[in-house]
């Protein structure tokens, strides 16, 4: 894992050079200081000129795009936050999945399932990794969130010393630029970071402004308790993030139903509603906007 880390790409490290401890800290920005559109309203200036095509993606999730006014802004980073089960993953594999075989270039980085349990999960769903992957528009890539926290720790600990350190947070095989990435998890990555909240913190903020600079539309999977009181762990991704979606598990009486809500997304309207969802075999994530919840 080292190793990969001395294969991260040069030109992004030369942005990402953190002198010291301290300035790596002041790096991060406080919520609410960063600088993106308002929440719900689109840029003036992009209502006036009408949108440039392709400035904004679809996931391909029946029933959800239709929540979005416009869809989602290319190269925005939207966290999937939910329970155990409630669906993140098979989200993030379903806009994948249409994202490649629309054309794009595809990443899946794991730090919880294997490569082959991803690849099974697609197929009972009716998708077809092996064929993305030969054509070269989709990356499934384990990690091991214990790697990524010895190789941040040591780089942060040399950035103590006067040397200068190049950080780049991200492991992308050197040859593939990705036009949509999915973390699965920052709950995983966060366990290997238990103790050193800090080092966390300083590995997000550089983890949201890589993708960002790369112009990759990021999906970014935190996991929360079955009744949410807040969406991430240390409170800074739901204000990096330029979107927030929430899948929840509901339950009236002895019933549990999948329900998603968009709470969050900078630079379009959307339907300001919790709705149902249906996980089926054979197809994948289907949102209901027009029914209410039970
Ligand atoms: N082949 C399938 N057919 C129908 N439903 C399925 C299938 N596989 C999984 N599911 C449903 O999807 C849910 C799990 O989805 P997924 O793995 O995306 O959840 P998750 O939020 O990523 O979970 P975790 O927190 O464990 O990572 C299961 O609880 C089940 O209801
Ligand atoms: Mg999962």
């Not at 029946?62 to 929540?67: A, Y």
């Not at 399932?113 to 077809?128: Q, T, Y």
């Not at 290997?192 to 913190?201: K, N, Q």
């Not at 919790?274 to 029914?291: L, R, T």
Request: include cysteine.
């Amino acid at each position: 894992m080292i190793d990969i880390f001395k294969r991260l790409l040069k030109k992004e490290s030369e942005e990402a050079v953190v002198t010291s401890d301290a300035e790596a800290e002041k790096d991060i920005e406080e919520p609410g200081t960063h600088d993106h559109q308002p929440d719900t309203e689109p840029p003036k200036e992009a209502q006036e000129k009408g949108e440039p095509e392709g400035e904004w993606v679809k996931t391909g999730i029946e029933g959800f795009d239709s929540l979005l006014e416009r869809g989602i802004p290319r190269g925005a980073a939207i966290l999937i936050a939910g329970g155990p089960g409630s669906g993140k993953t098979i989200f993030c594999l379903q806009t994948l999945n249409y994202a490649a075989t629309h054309g794009e270039k595809c990443l899946y980085m794991t730090f919880e399932e294997g490569e082959e349990k991803l690849r099974k999960h697609m197929h009972d769903f009716g998708w077809n990794p092996e064929e993305l992957e030969k054509k070269g528009l989709l990356v499934i890539k384990r990690f091991d969130p214990f790697d990524v926290t010895i190789s941040v720790e040591a780089m942060l600990e040399k950035a103590r010393g006067e040397l200068s350190i190049e950080i780049t947070p991200v492991l992308i095989p050197d040859d593939f630029k990705p036009d949509r990435v999915v973390v699965d998890s920052l709950s995983a990555i966060a366990a290997g970071f238990i103790g050193s909240e800090r080092s966390y913190r300083i590995y997000i903020e550089q983890l949201f402004r890589y993708f960002e600079r790369m112009g990759a539309t990021s999906f970014l999977i935190t996991e929360i308790g079955s009744t949410p009181s807040t969406i991430s762990k240390s409170g800074v991704e739901e204000f990096l993030a330029d979107g927030v979606v929430v899948l929840y598990n509901v339950r009236d009486g002895n019933i549990r139903q999948n329900t998603i809500e968009v709470l969050k997304l900078r630079g379009t309207g959307f339907e300001k509603k919790i709705v149902p969802m249906g996980i089926i075999a054979g197809q994948g994530i289907v949102v209901y906007p027009e029914q209410e919840i039970f």
